[in-house]
């Protein structure tokens, strides 16, 4: 079982429809990017997942249990959401005490976590005096305060410098290794292409593509992509996604993300789909992401 399910999901506001039937998972070990366009439907659907929000439809479940129905649920759950706040009054240390003292945690977790996030010779200072850097520090730091087995961020790198940003690459990879599960919202490409093993991208509210980085995101980081024109475009589709692949239409041509040329050539031959044309085709990431959002902005 994995350690994030999302099942058939929707989630309606009024006549907008921000998720459709929207399915998959998150294993742990791995680190998972979520991808999307503004508005597509990541937030609403973190949100559905953390309890925030109820679905229209569907089920969104850690280990098949709702966040609800947990089991002190922030020692198997850390999140931090885009819009977490903090008393400005307090301090970093106050404000991690008092998540300790609600969540049932030990008090010396707090000076683990903070050194951490790199914030123990800040951790005596009032938030209100913090950098956005170092309140997304401050953020992560309570996530990981009952050492839970999930940890679910959105936009974990909004506000860090490039030092932090590399910090925060290591500290998802260190968590992945440990065996937690990481679930990281994020619309920077690049930098999600350095951190993650596998993505979901969705648009529009409906899941576009899923499974590993080079598999999804074919063409991105040396990963390979093809562009195939075949007699018979239908028929080569089919067999390409029979075997996992995940294929683009593009007018008359075919791109098939995560192949080769001759992977794609064997298959048009044990189909005997009449191949016209076949090429490799080198893509940035930023390609291979517009090709499964369908260029949403």
Same mark, same amino acid.
């Given at each position: 079982?994995?350690?994030?399910?999302?099942?058939?999901?929707?989630?309606?506001?009024?006549?907008?429809?921000?998720?459709?039937?929207?399915?998959?998972?998150?294993?742990?070990?791995?680190? %998972?990017?979520?991808?999307?366009?503004?508005?597509?439907?990541?937030?609403? %659907?973190?949100?559905?997942?953390?309890?925030?929000?109820?679905?229209?439809?569907?089920?969104?479940?850690?280990?098949? #249990?709702?966040?609800?129905?947990?089991? #002190?649920?922030?020692?198997?759950? =850390?999140?931090?959401?885009?819009?977490?706040?903090?008393?400005?009054?307090?301090?970093?240390?106050?404000?991690?005490?008092?998540?300790?003292?609600?969540?049932?945690?030990?008090?010396?977790?707090?000076?683990?976590?903070?050194?951490?996030?790199?914030?123990?010779?800040?951790?005596?200072?009032?938030?209100?005096?913090?950098?956005?850097?170092?309140?997304?520090?401050?953020?992560?730091?309570?996530?990981?305060? =009952?050492?839970?087995?999930?940890?679910?961020?959105?936009?974990?790198?909004?506000?860090?410098?490039?030092?932090?940003?590399?910090?925060?690459?290591?500290?998802? #990879?260190?968590?992945?290794?440990?065996?937690?599960?990481?679930?990281?919202?994020?619309?920077?490409?690049?930098?999600?292409?350095?951190?993650?093993?596998?993505?979901?991208?969705?648009?529009?509210?409906?899941?576009?593509?899923?499974?590993?980085?080079?598999?999804?995101?074919?063409?991105?980081? =040396?990963?390979?992509?093809?562009?195939?024109?075949?007699?018979?475009?239908?028929?080569?589709?089919?067999?390409?996604?029979?075997?996992?692949?995940?294929?683009?239409?593009?007018?008359?041509?075919?791109?098939?993300?995560?192949?080769?040329?001759?992977?794609?050539?064997?298959?048009?031959?044990?189909?005997?789909?009449?191949?016209?044309?076949?090429?490799?085709?080198?893509?940035?990431?930023?390609?291979?992401?517009?090709?499964?959002?369908?260029?949403?902005?």
């Amino acid at each position: 079982m994995a350690a994030v399910e999302i099942r058939d999901l929707g989630k309606r506001f009024g006549s907008v429809e921000a998720v459709k039937s929207l399915s998959f998972d998150v294993e742990a070990g791995r680190v %998972t990017g979520f991808l999307g366009p503004n508005g597509a439907g990541k937030s609403t %659907t973190l949100r559905a997942l953390l309890g925030l929000v109820r679905p229209t439809a569907g089920t969104a479940t850690f280990d098949g #249990r709702a966040y609800e129905d947990l089991d #002190r649920p922030s020692s198997r759950v =850390g999140a931090v959401l885009e819009d977490t706040a903090f008393h400005p009054g307090r301090t970093a240390r106050n404000h991690l005490r008092v998540l300790a003292t609600t969540g049932e945690h030990p008090s010396g977790r707090v000076d683990e976590v903070l050194d951490a996030v790199g914030l123990t010779a800040a951790a005596d200072r009032r938030v209100k005096g913090y950098s956005m850097g170092m309140r997304q520090r401050l953020g992560i730091a309570g996530a990981l305060l =009952g050492d839970p087995e999930v940890l679910i961020l959105d936009e974990p790198t909004n506000g860090l410098d490039p030092p932090g940003i590399t910090w925060m690459r290591g500290l998802l #990879r260190r968590q992945a290794a440990a065996g937690r599960a990481v679930l990281i919202s994020s619309h920077l490409l690049a930098e999600v292409a350095q951190s993650v093993d596998d993505v979901v991208v969705i648009a529009n509210g409906g899941l576009r593509g899923q499974g590993t980085l080079e598999h999804v995101l074919g063409g991105a980081g =040396g990963a390979p992509a093809t562009e195939v024109h075949a007699k018979d475009p239908g028929a080569l589709t089919r067999a390409l996604e029979q075997r996992g692949y995940s294929v683009r239409s593009e007018g008359e041509r075919l791109i098939v993300l995560g192949a080769t040329t001759e992977e794609v050539g064997t298959i048009a031959a044990e189909e005997q789909v009449t191949v016209l044309g076949l090429a490799p085709q080198a893509r940035s990431l930023e390609a291979a992401f517009f090709d499964l959002t369908g260029g949403e902005a």
